[in-house]
């Protein structure tokens, strides 16, 4: 009996082992997770330059990134720019520095300037209600009032709007009939919840302060931009409208699947439509830093003081994650020595965006890339930046650790997956099992079972067939395994209720 013991002791001993090498062998050759690495802030510019590019080209490779472009600005010069990989993967048509991006929702950072433009020139009061500059369009019905809507809301997303149409519904080619802004406002300015009460990030709210810009200018809101913002800031190859006459053409966009996504425009322009060079996103990040680092005259210090005020102190959801504050048109966040970071991002179908700065050093990075896998790696290139910087990790750095613990639990139910699958084939080679539901286990426990084991394949199955799943773009890679292992445990436990075990 005691010897049986110590066999069985041993034995099972023997199998955890041999589950977790190979759970292990799996993981390893799944798994991107990089260490720190020896960059720090007494490297030379050209020695952090060299560590950065042969990361970015393992990042890239990694991550299945075709197309990536990066500029550094130190003490608010523009110390490097250069561009990585391809803009068109089936024509083997490699990314320039000179290429016009999709920069998604930096654009509402540029637009933000737009709209302090009209402030400082007394046309728009901030907190006025919206409604009193607008002639020519009405807001449609909703359960909640409008009309104390104000502009300083809409760009802190705190308007009570609605996210607004993503994703494949709200990309058109640039050649094809699009609606009008005031017939795409009219199915989307709806309020679902009262003014001022909480931040919710909202597309809309940007659109509409393009119809306000065009109520009060009576421009073409793509014009007025390039005439007021983008030439005197010196962005002579960027603008809110997509050009045929571009070359080189706007790269495709590759989702988080890798299929390409041929040049497409939203009918919304202020949002997230703004098309961009690397160099020409580094000239606005520039502009926007302490007087003593440039030479814009464009807005006063006071108009950049009040946009990187906190207007939202503590943002709720997966936003507030990353992120501490936000201001009119920036994300906020403190590094733990003191200083201030001005920020934005912009993700969209088949393309990602990010810029960071910090206004009193005269520092910043600005990341363009041609895929919707890219988030880690401006995780892991921030990590890289903020360490040259000599500053503390930024907000986004949390993908890393957010992505360690998915592959943590993706191991731990690898490794259940595994357990259950060896104890049903280990029954069925010593004949203890057959296929026959089992009889003798309480009602209690096999409903019990049965209902984890369908809402475990439910929960996965809703998860993989959404139209457009979070974790694909923030983890491209660990929340793949994620779901398969998920559903692994889920289909492992059912099966186990298909066996009955002859008893000796």
Same mark, same amino acid.
């Given at each position: 009996?005691?010897?049986?013991?110590?066999?069985?002791?041993?034995?099972?001993?023997?199998?955890?082992?041999?589950?977790?090498? +190979?759970?292990?062998?799996?993981?390893?050759?799944?798994?991107?997770?990089?260490?720190?690495?020896?960059?720090?802030?007494?490297?030379?510019?050209?020695?952090?330059?060299?560590?950065?590019?042969?990361?970015?080209?393992?990042?890239?490779?990694?991550?299945? +990134?075709?197309?990536?472009?990066?500029?550094?600005?130190?003490?608010?010069?523009?110390?490097?720019?250069?561009?990585?990989?391809? &803009?068109?993967?089936?024509?083997?048509?490699?990314?320039?520095?000179?290429?016009?991006?999709?920069?998604?929702?930096?654009?509402?950072?540029?637009? &933000?300037?737009?709209?302090?433009?009209? $402030?400082?020139?007394?046309?728009?009061?901030?907190?006025?209600?919206?409604?009193?500059?607008?002639?020519? #369009?009405?807001?449609?019905?909703?359960?909640?009032?409008?009309?104390?809507?104000? &502009?300083?809301?809409?760009?802190?997303?705190?308007?009570?709007?609605?996210?607004?149409?993503?994703?494949?519904?709200?990309?058109?080619?640039?050649?094809?009939?699009?609606?009008?802004?005031?017939?795409?406002?009219?199915?989307?300015?709806?309020?679902?919840?009262?003014?001022?009460?909480?931040?919710?990030?909202?597309?809309?709210?940007?659109?509409?302060?393009?119809?306000?810009?065009?109520?009060?200018?009576?421009?073409?809101? *793509?014009?007025?931009?390039?005439?007021?913002?983008?030439?005197?800031?010196?962005?002579?190859?960027?603008?809110?409208? #997509?050009?045929?006459?571009?070359?080189?053409?706007?790269?495709?966009?590759?989702?988080?699947?890798?299929?390409?996504?041929?040049?497409?425009?939203?009918?919304?322009?202020?949002?997230?439509?703004?098309?961009?060079?690397?160099?020409?996103?580094?000239?606005?990040?520039?502009?926007?830093?302490?007087?003593?680092?440039?030479?814009?005259?464009?807005?006063?210090?006071?108009?950049?003081?009040?946009?990187?005020?906190?207007?939202?102190?503590?943002?709720?959801?997966?936003?507030?994650?990353?992120?501490?504050?936000?201001? @009119?048109?920036?994300?906020?966040?403190?590094?733990?020595?003191?200083?201030?970071? $001005?920020?934005?991002?912009?993700?969209?179908?088949?393309?990602?965006?990010?810029?960071?700065?910090?206004?009193?050093?005269?520092?910043?990075?600005?990341?363009?890339?041609?895929?919707?896998?890219? #988030?880690?790696?401006?995780?892991?290139?921030?990590? *890289?930046?903020?360490?040259?910087?000599?500053?503390?990790?930024?907000?986004?750095? +949390?993908?890393?650790?957010?992505?360690?613990?998915? #592959?943590?639990?993706?191991?731990?139910?690898?490794?259940?997956?595994?357990?259950?699958?060896?104890?049903?084939?280990?029954?069925? +080679?010593?004949?203890?099992?057959?296929?026959?539901?089992?009889?003798?286990?309480?009602?209690?426990?096999?409903?019990?079972?049965?209902?984890?084991?369908?809402?475990?394949?439910?929960?996965?199955?809703?998860?993989?067939?959404?139209?457009?799943?979070?974790?694909?773009?923030?983890?491209?890679? *660990?929340?793949?395994?994620?779901?398969?292992? @998920?559903?692994?445990?889920?289909?492992?436990?059912?099966?186990?209720?298909?066996?009955?075990?002859?008893?000796?």
């Amino acid at each position: 009996m005691k010897y049986n013991f110590i066999n069985k002791v041993k034995k099972e001993k023997f199998r955890i082992i041999i589950i977790a090498l +190979i759970t292990a062998v799996l993981l390893f050759s799944a798994a991107k997770i990089y260490p720190d690495g020896s960059i720090n802030e007494d490297q030379s510019l050209d020695e952090f330059i060299n560590d950065l590019d042969s990361r970015i080209s393992i990042l890239m490779k990694d991550y299945q +990134i075709p197309g990536l472009n990066i500029a550094l600005i130190k003490e608010g010069n523009l110390s490097w720019i250069k561009a990585y990989g391809y &803009a068109d993967l089936s024509e083997n048509r490699e990314m320039t520095t000179d290429t016009y991006c999709r920069v998604e929702s930096i654009s509402k950072s540029v637009t &933000a300037w737009g709209i302090m433009k009209l $402030v400082e020139e007394e046309k728009l009061a901030l907190d006025e209600p919206v409604e009193k500059y607008i002639k020519n #369009w009405k807001f449609p019905d909703s359960n909640f009032e409008h009309q104390k809507i104000t &502009a300083e809301q809409l760009l802190s997303h705190t308007a009570g709007l609605p996210l607004g149409t993503i994703g494949e519904d709200a990309l058109y080619h640039p050649e094809e009939d699009i609606p009008s802004l005031r017939d795409a406002l009219s199915s989307e300015v709806i309020p679902f919840q009262e003014t001022a009460k909480s931040f919710y990030y909202s597309d809309t709210g940007y659109n509409l302060l393009e119809l306000l810009i065009e109520e009060i200018t009576e421009q073409n809101f *793509a014009e007025y931009m390039r005439k007021e913002i983008l030439l005197p800031l010196g962005m002579n190859n960027s603008s809110y409208s #997509w050009s045929k006459e571009w070359k080189p053409e706007v790269p495709n966009g590759y989702d988080v699947n890798g299929k390409a996504v041929p040049v497409y425009t939203y009918s919304m322009k202020a949002s997230g439509n703004l098309y961009s060079t690397v160099e020409d996103t580094a000239k606005f990040v520039i502009a926007g830093l302490n007087s003593s680092f440039n030479n814009n005259q464009l807005l006063k210090s006071e108009s950049l003081e009040k946009m990187y005020k906190p207007a939202v102190k503590d943002i709720p959801g997966y936003y507030g994650i990353v992120f501490e504050s936000y201001g @009119l048109g920036h994300y906020l966040e403190w590094f733990k020595n003191g200083m201030k970071s $001005v920020s934005h991002g912009g993700q969209g179908t088949g393309w990602m965006s990010h810029f960071q700065s910090v206004p009193e050093t005269g520092d910043g990075i600005i990341i363009l890339t041609n895929s919707q896998r890219s #988030w880690p790696a401006f995780a892991y290139i921030l990590r *890289a930046w903020t360490s040259w910087s000599g500053l503390s990790a930024a907000g986004m750095e +949390i993908i890393i650790t957010g992505q360690k613990l998915l #592959w943590g639990i993706t191991a731990l139910l690898i490794f259940i997956s595994l357990w259950k699958l060896s104890l049903i084939i280990e029954g069925l +080679i010593s004949s203890r099992q057959n296929f026959s539901p089992k009889k003798k286990i309480s009602k209690i426990i096999l409903i019990s079972k049965l209902a984890l084991s369908l809402l475990i394949i439910f929960i996965v199955l809703y998860a993989v067939n959404m139209e457009y799943q979070p974790l694909y773009s923030i983890f491209p890679i *660990a929340s793949h395994w994620f779901f398969y292992s @998920l559903l692994s445990v889920g289909v492992l436990i059912m099966l186990q209720l298909l066996f009955s075990v002859q008893r000796n």
